[in-house]
């Protein structure tokens, strides 16, 4: 009999877990990274929440699905049939979700066999992850199906808003903002704040953990942790940084070399569907654009990608973006007539507040950015127009342009703008709140 497949996503959260160094504790989830394998070197395709579930869930880069911007905003796939929960489907699995998906506006459009979705408020992200997590627990301690199934648990949390009880758990002054904010009071708060999150979201995870252990079906199940892009802090989230577009990825299966072991290979989360069909022995559907890392398994050292590549087309606003990773170099190339910073792509919170109380939308943006990730890790020496990196450039373009084409990427040949579908809401490029959605 074919594994069963354990899909646990999380919002927001990049890297900035425990097992990868970041100053919180999540136990359940450094508990499965030390059973399982931990990828150092992994990326989205695309660092906003819809685009980047449906590169994961399709193999494919979000513009050849379509997926362009978010899907609560009136953006969907052409084909939910590319969806892997219905590839899947088709191969014999029973597939259920519980919890959140972004994905499609609404669950039914994707054909899951069985959706469980909180019944409280939307602003009820405990009620809603506790829900979730718990009603996937009893689904997998009274699952009885005679065939593998191919479990998606969506988690809220580390989504904002974030709890406003965090301080009775962590104390905000021996905490320190990401290197991307400034060090106040008030960011102070807002991070202790996400890490109180994180929490909840660790404890959500280790529920459904441990009733797989209870069902007795661990060993014969695939586990797969991890994140849509980094989290929700500015310059991280819906930016080509590695702080937009790393994300955690855990692997833990019965019969994994190597377990306990972490991998720097190079890979996108488009590469979990291809490795998934050969875990599970599959045929790959020829629609996918990832390559498969299950070698990885046997010896973490092998190298899979040459490079990967993610983008950013709408979030709240248009915000044309493409860009290419290597292992050492980055280039991000922007596709729009403007070239200021776009506040409605940057969410709501106090180090948002200050940035622009500080001057951040008078500040012009490059339009291309090239970055030596290893003499300059947190991306901040731009090289554009260094004579000593205009091979290293010229390379990464014309690599990054063929992937377009190849792709058939729509921002191909465009001299404004990507158009929306019909009926999808978006920000202007002035909206300093997101919440001020246009439809036309």
Not at 98 to 125: K, L, R, T, W
């Amino acid at each position: 009999m074919r594994k069963n497949i354990l899909y646990i996503h999380t919002h927001d959260s990049g890297r900035y877990l425990e097992p990868y160094g970041a100053p919180v504790k999540t136990p359940r989830i450094m508990r499965l990274a030390e059973e399982g394998t931990l990828f150092r070197n992994a990326y989205c395709a695309g660092p906003t929440c819809s685009p980047s579930r449906v590169g994961l869930l399709s193999g494919m880069s979000p513009h050849s699905s379509n997926m362009l911007g978010l899907a609560q905003r009136g953006f969907r796939m052409d084909d939910y049939g590319y969806h892997l929960s219905n590839f899947l489907k088709g191969n014999g699995y029973q597939t259920c979700l519980f919890g959140v998906q972004h994905e499609a506006p609404d669950s039914a459009m994707i054909g899951y066999d069985y959706v469980y979705e909180a019944d409280c408020d939307e602003s009820d992200f405990m009620g809603r992850d506790l829900g979730a997590s718990g009603h996937a627990a009893r689904y997998l301690k009274e699952y009885q199906e005679d065939k593998p199934f191919f479990l998606a648990v969506g988690l809220i949390h580390t989504h904002r808003a974030y709890p406003d009880d965090a301080e009775k758990y962590i104390n905000p002054n021996y905490v320190s903002p990401p290197f991307t904010v400034a060090d106040t009071k008030e960011n102070r708060r807002d991070i202790a704040s996400y890490l109180r999150s994180a929490q909840i979201a660790d404890d959500c995870v280790g529920v459904v953990l441990d009733a797989l252990k209870e069902s007795g079906m661990e060993d014969e199940t695939i586990i797969i942790f991890t994140t849509d892009h980094g989290i929700a802090f500015p310059f991280m989230k819906c930016n080509g940084y590695d702080t937009g577009i790393g994300v955690s990825l855990i692997m833990k299966y019965k019969g994994n070399a190597a377990a306990g072991k972490v991998s720097d290979s190079l890979l996108s989360q488009i590469d979990i569907f291809p490795t998934l069909c050969d875990m599970v022995g599959l045929m790959k559907p020829d629609y996918l654009q990832g390559k498969s890392f299950v070698e990885v398994f046997d010896n973490p050292e092998a190298k899979i990608n040459d490079e990967i590549y993610s983008e950013v087309t709408y979030h709240a606003a248009y915000e044309p973006m493409r860009c290419i990773r290597t292992e050492r170099y980055k280039l991000i190339r922007y596709y729009d007539f403007h070239d200021g910073h776009v506040p409605g792509n940057i969410d709501e919170s106090s180090c948002k507040t200050l940035l622009i109380e500080s001057g951040l939308l008078r500040k012009s943006r490059p339009r291309e950015m090239l970055f030596d990730l290893y003499l300059d890790p947190v991306e901040r020496e731009n090289l554009i127009g260094n004579p000593d990196y205009k091979e290293i450039y010229t390379d990464l373009r014309m690599r990054l342009e063929d992937w377009m084409e190849r792709t058939e990427d729509p921002l191909i040949g465009v001299s404004y703008r990507v158009p929306k579908p019909e009926g999808a809401f978006v920000n202007r490029l002035q909206d300093l709140d997101p919440g001020c959605m246009i439809g036309e």
